[in-house]
């Protein structure tokens, strides 16, 4: 007990907040849940290990269905941040790293549209599947389509490509709000998960493999010696 009031103390002085020694109230004292703090933790374990399905306990489609939904709302909270920023005069085609994404319809048809609305597809999309019990079926015994793995494989293909405009388009806003942290962690988790199961092809990702490098490299971190590659 005598270790934690210390470390708290010591978190408190740091803190920008400080309320002339004031004891803060008890649901103020979570320094640990600060991204200034959690960015720096998550790179002190492997998230190779965090992603791994944990064996025998959980079938590997319950696992994916589960990671698969907590990203998309992940992904959705972050995107919700800069969302604001991101209008059809600013980003008029929904781009990544001089990539443009294009939305197909269920007809198949090509169409160009703009960041907001390609993203707001996608989410849209994503939360139809995510929430049809037929396809991420929640209730006990229930099976998972055959579809289900090319379905994970599309869902997670779009969120990569609304992580990347973000990365692209919005990475300024997203220092300007202090949420990089949050971004970097997300992206590194994402990426390290459908790496484990090959869930988005190499050739799709490949654009932000410079990032990917970086942030998702075991410790310790080299950011000085990573290769860009183009
Ligand atoms: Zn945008």
């Not at 470390?7 to 103020?28: H, I, L, M, Q, V």
């Not at 090319?150 to 300024?172: D, E, G, M, N, T």
Request: with cysteine; charged share 25%.
């Amino acid at each position: 007990m005598g270790v934690l009031v210390c470390c708290d103390c010591f978190f408190y002085r740091k803190s920008k907040t400080k309320p002339n020694g004031k004891k803060a109230p008890a649901e103020e004292k979570k320094h640990y849940l600060e991204p200034e703090y959690t960015k720096v933790r998550v790179m002190d374990f492997d998230l190779k290990d965090l992603v791994a399905l944990p064996t025998r306990e959980i079938d590997l489609n319950e696992w994916l269905a589960s990671n698969t939904t907590t990203f998309f709302n992940l992904i959705n909270l972050q995107y919700s941040t800069i969302s604001e920023f991101c209008t059809g005069d600013t980003c008029q085609a929904m781009t990544a790293c001089n990539t443009i994404y294009y939305w197909y319809d269920e007809r198949g048809k090509k169409t160009k549209c703009t960041a907001p609305q390609y993203i707001d597809l996608v989410m849209t999309f994503v939360q139809k599947l995510v929430t049809d019990e037929e396809i991420f079926p929640t209730k006990y015994g229930k099976a998972f389509p055959n579809s289900f793995e090319s379905l994970v494989k599309k869902v997670c293909r779009f969120l990569f490509h609304v992580l990347a405009h973000i990365y692209w388009s919005h990475f300024k806003e997203t220092v300007a709000l202090e949420l990089q942290g949050h971004l970097n962690t997300l992206y590194a988790h994402f990426i390290v998960f459908v790496r484990e199961f090959n869930l988005i092809d190499p050739k799709e990702t490949c654009i932000m493999d410079d990032l990917s490098e970086v942030l998702c490299a075991p410790l310790p971190p080299l950011p000085h010696n990573h290769v860009t590659e183009r």
